[in-house]
């Protein structure tokens, strides 16, 4: 919504608007634009003679190996406190970057066809994209931006245009910090502006699960993304404010609305100091209730963030993240061996407390096999569990690899997507002949090993009685669970409006499962996105859930919420709100309960 009447030293535009986007990372930036334009845009269409295509081949060659010359350095000048998580998205990068479904396709399209070499690049980008498009499945869907990011990389160097923001100077007394905004951004990108007064991002594109999100969130830097047309409405050295709580980004500010910023920034950052002195302190109610609380994980690196932040264990170890970017191959997934090596590093360095590795969560339509996709809705097709049923010897590989770390402390097994008692029946029995294939291998594993399983499918929240006799804890994961009931993808900017935690159904089922969890005498964990929002804290405590797992970030916070809370008046207006069926009522209530 514009602002009129703007005037002052606010950058090159004057008039000061609002953009509304995704929230992916906690807290308020204040800065100067920094904006990174698509080196796609610019790229020059022009036909090659049949004498220079070889060389219009090696210039690409030449571009592709210094991008990757590139990611190497990045790999080796990692800081000591950079998150895990670039490392691994480099890894990604250099991976997909090595992928003949990349070069060796662009190299045909310039023999074949007598393109550029930019625009060989892009019209195989271009085709590629189109394939992830129609893929249903959030987080593989959003996977085609780390393609494009590479891309983009190699674009750079062929038209020498990369580009990066200058190293901020130590002389001067005050330099704005800057906001990078762009159509994307790759966290590539993000390590090389940590560096540079890099203090938070947006762009136009990106979900909940794109890999920018994940290393804002865990960089601990404001971010908002899916904000449209950010980067062609904002303007170079704009003054901006992320507001990353609420998914808002304003450009020009007035002075007004500046200073107010300003004064929540400081606030803001008392609060995380007070937060620090929570990290040994148990997480306890008022009336002396003992809750734990987890962390969720993408890489064993994540430990350190979460024994840090006070984590009790890992209550999603997502084992996908290990699967992932390692070309189009089948035989490229991680070896038994490897994985092994992954689940022990998290299991040893979780000192003897729990570490829940959930099996392999991952679409048909995965870049583990680039066969062709002929599902309809892959989103309701072979997925999770489905598609490692249907895969035994590579479900069976991680398995024995779970298995064997359980010999290192504390494991439990996850499996995702269940709803039908003959996929759990099948997926205890594959879990018996792992253990079966160990025994004869003389490999040692924890013989007593617990299963559990996601409650993501409202059929499996509605058919509980089955779930609870076979399986030994229930992790309830809430962002499947809220997109399959009210049957909306978060990250379609169309129905995005429509994603609400609070819906009734959604409560209904989130507490049906908790109810039936205590009843049967098991553990009830939530891991999705509720279980970190601290606006959802008492409403899941009056629920009865008694285990948390959330990103290491936002730990410390939810504790916070949770020293604060008296249960006995929590279960008392949590009832009342679970027989109401009114948004409206339902989301006055759950703001009432905060005073509690």
Request: proline share 5%; glycine share 6%; net charge negative.
């Amino acid at each position: 919504m514009p602002a009129y009447g703007m005037r002052g030293t606010h950058g090159p535009s004057m008039a000061s608007f609002t953009l509304h986007g995704i929230p992916v990372s906690r807290g308020i930036s204040i800065g100067r634009a920094h904006l990174l334009t698509p080196a796609a845009l610019d790229v020059k269409h022009y036909l090659v003679a049949e004498e220079q295509l070889e060389a219009e081949v090696k210039r690409l060659c030449d571009a592709i190996a210094e991008v990757h010359r590139g990611l190497q350095a990045l790999w080796t000048e990692l800081p000591k406190d950079a998150p895990t998580e670039l490392g691994a998205f480099i890894d990604v990068h250099a991976l997909i970057l090595s992928d003949p479904m990349i070069s060796d396709a662009a190299i045909d399209i310039i023999r074949s066809r007598h393109y550029n070499a930019e625009w060989a690049l892009v019209t195989q980008i271009d085709e590629l994209s189109a394939q992830f498009d129609e893929i249903e499945d959030e987080y593989l869907r959003e996977r085609k931006a780390d393609i494009q990011q590479v891309a983009e990389r190699v674009l750079k160097v062929l038209m020498g245009t990369a580009q990066l923001a200058a190293p901020r100077r130590p002389d001067d007394e005050y330099q704005p910090q800057m906001i990078v905004v762009a159509h994307d951004i790759s966290p590539a990108d993000m390590l090389q502006f940590r560096d540079r007064s890099f203090i938070g991002f947006v762009t136009d594109v990106g979900g909940q699960n794109s890999h920018t999100a994940i290393v804002a969130r865990s960089l601990d830097i404001p971010a908002a993304v899916g904000m449209s047309q950010a980067s062609h409405l904002i303007e170079q050295d704009d003054w901006v404010i992320i507001d990353g709580d609420a998914g808002v980004v304003i450009a020009n500010p007035s002075p007004l609305v500046l200073e107010q910023y300003r004064a929540r920034q400081i606030v803001l950052q008392k609060t995380r100091k007070k937060l620090l002195k929570l990290k040994k302190t148990p997480a306890v109610t008022l009336d002396g209730t003992k809750i734990t609380l987890l962390a969720n994980i993408e890489l064993p690196e994540d430990c350190g963030p979460a024994l840090e932040a006070g984590a009790n264990g890992v209550g999603l170890f997502r084992s996908e993240f290990l699967f992932m970017g390692r070309g189009a191959q089948v035989h490229l997934v991680p070896s038994e061996e490897e994985q092994f090596e992954q689940y022990k590093k998290a299991v040893v360095a979780m000192k003897g407390r729990q570490v829940v590795i959930r099996t392999l969560d991952i679409g048909a339509d995965k870049p583990l096999d680039q066969a062709e996709h002929t599902a309809l809705n892959p989103a309701l097709g072979l997925r999770a569990i489905r598609y490692c049923l249907a895969e035994p010897q590579l479900f069976l590989t991680q398995l024995r690899a779970i298995l064997r770390a359980s010999a290192f402390g504390k494991v439990r097994i996850l499996i995702p997507m269940l709803a039908h008692a003959f996929e759990i029946d099948q997926s205890l029995a594959m879990i018996e002949q792992a253990k079966a294939q160990l025994r004869e291998a003389g490999q040692k594993f924890d013989e007593g090993i617990e299963v559990g399983a996601m409650i993501e499918i409202p059929a499996a929240a509605l058919a509980l009685p089955m779930f609870v006799r076979r399986m030994d804890f229930l992790s309830i994961g809430t962002n499947d669970l809220i997109q399959y009931t009210l049957a909306i993808d978060r990250v379609d900017y169309e129905v995005a409006h429509l994603y609400n935690p609070l819906h009734p159904a959604v409560l209904q089922l989130i507490s049906m499962t908790i109810a039936a969890g205590h009843k049967a005498g098991i553990d009830v964990a939530v891991c999705g996105e509720m279980a970190g929002d601290v606006k959802l804290t008492r409403l899941l405590l009056g629920m009865g859930l008694r285990e948390f797992s959330m990103h290491p970030a936002q730990l410390l916070a939810v504790k916070q919420e949770i020293l604060k809370c008296d249960l006995p008046g929590l279960t008392r207006m949590t009832n009342k709100i679970l027989r109401t069926m009114e948004p409206q009522a339902i989301a006055e209530a759950v703001e009432q309960m905060q005073t509690l």
